[in-house]
C-alpha cells in the first residue's frame, strides 16, 4: 500500500480574535497550500472538522480560496474531530478516490465551560455532574487516593506545559509561571486550579495530504503518516457524566489505551520508538493519566514519571512541546490538527526553541466527549524529487 505524506501545513494562532471563522479558516488553509507548494485548484477533496460551527461550514470557508465542484465535507467527533477528518482524507487518497485533499480544523468557541446539552441527554444534565472540570476532578482524586499522586505532581505538568508555550508564537498564552503560583492559583474543581486547566477559544489548522510519488514529483519535506486511528472504547471506563452504564476497569481498557494500542500495530512502533508527543492537557491531571494510557509508565505511576522530568523537552519522553492545550486553549475542531503542525515541525526540525533534539517520529493525541479519541503517528521521510 503506498504511503501517504503530509505535505504541506499551515496554522491560525489560537486565542480570542475579533475574526469570522472564515477569515481564520481560510488563512490556515492557504498557509498549508502554500508550505505544500500547492494550488488550490490541485486539491480533489477536503474535509472540515468543527463542533460549533454552523453546517456546510467547510464549503463557506474554502470558497473563499476559490469556486470549486470537489467535495467538501464537514467531520464532528467532539474533541477528536481532526483526528477523524485526517483518517477520512487517508482513506480517500488509499482508495484512489483523492490523490491530494485538504484537511481543515476551525473553531470559534463560545467563552465559558462547554455546553454540556451538545454532549449529553438531558437526564445527564439534570444530575448535576455534566461540565467538565466535574469529572476531570474526580479522575484525578481518584489517582490521588488509588495511587498517591500529588497536587504538586499534577502542577509540574503545567508548570512544564507553561513554560514550553513561551517560544510558541500560536499559543493564547505565553507566560511561564512558578510552580508557586500554579499551586496558590483559584481552585476550579478540586484539585484541579485556574493555571492547570485550558480554556475554549478560536483557531485554525490545516494540512494538505498527498501520495508519498505526488511528494517526489512536488518536492517539499514530507512527512509519513505512519498511522492515523479514531476509535470509541466499548464501555466506558472513566467517571464522566452518569452514563447508562459503566463496566469495571478490568479488562476495560480506556480510549485512549485502546486507540493507542491500534495506532502502534499499524505504524510497527511502539511507545519507545516515538520521539515526541502532543496529547490531550485539556488539565494537567489528564496529560498525567495519558503517560499511562499511551504506555510511557506503568499504571500509577504518571505522577513520578512527570516530576522525574521525563516529559521535558529535553527529557526522554517529550510531551506538549507547544505548551499543550493549557497554554494554547482548545478550539475543538482545530485541535488534534493543530497537534500535527506541531509535530510535523518537530520532524522537519523547525521548532525553534521548542525543538526536540533529532526527532524523527512524533504522536499526536486527543480525547473527548463520547469516549472519542484519536492519535496520529507521524515519521520523517527522504523524499527527492
Known sequence: MSDVVILGVGIHPFGRFDKSAEEIGADAAQQALDDAGVKWSDI??????????PATSGARILRRLGGTDIPIVDVEAACASGGAALRQALLAIRSG?????????????????????????????????????SYWSMRARRHMYDHGTTEEQIALVAHKNHRNSVSNPNAMYRKEFTLEQIMNSPLVCDPIRLLEICAPNDGAAAVVVTTAERARKIGGRPVRIA????SIARYSADFRCPADSMSATIDNPGPTEVTAKKAYERAGMGPGDIDCFEVQDTDAFCEI????????????????FAAEGHTQITGLHPVNMSGGLISKGEPVGASHLGQVVEVVAQLRGTAGPRQ????????????????????TILERVQVHA
Open 289 to 304: 493519566e495519558i503517560y499511562e494510557d499511551i504506555g510511557l509508565c506503568p499504571r500509577g505511576e504518571g505522577g513520578r
Open 356 to 375: 526536540v533534539a533529532d526527532a524523527k517520529t512524533g504522536m499526536a493525541h486527543v480525547l473527548g466527549a463520547g469516549g472519542n479519541c484519536a492519535v
Open 227 to 230: 498511522a492515523c486511528v479514531h
Open 97 to 133: 478516490e483523492s490523490e491530494m485533499v485538504l484537511v481543515l480544523g476551525c473553531e470559534k468557541m463560545p467563552r465559558g465551560f462547554m455546553d454540556p446539552s451538545m454532549i449529553y441527554a438531558p437526564w445527564q444534565v439534570q444530575m448535576g455532574m455534566s461540565l467538565n472540570p
Open 44 to 53: 480533489d477533496s477536503a474535509y472540515l472538522s468543527r463542533m460549533y460551527l
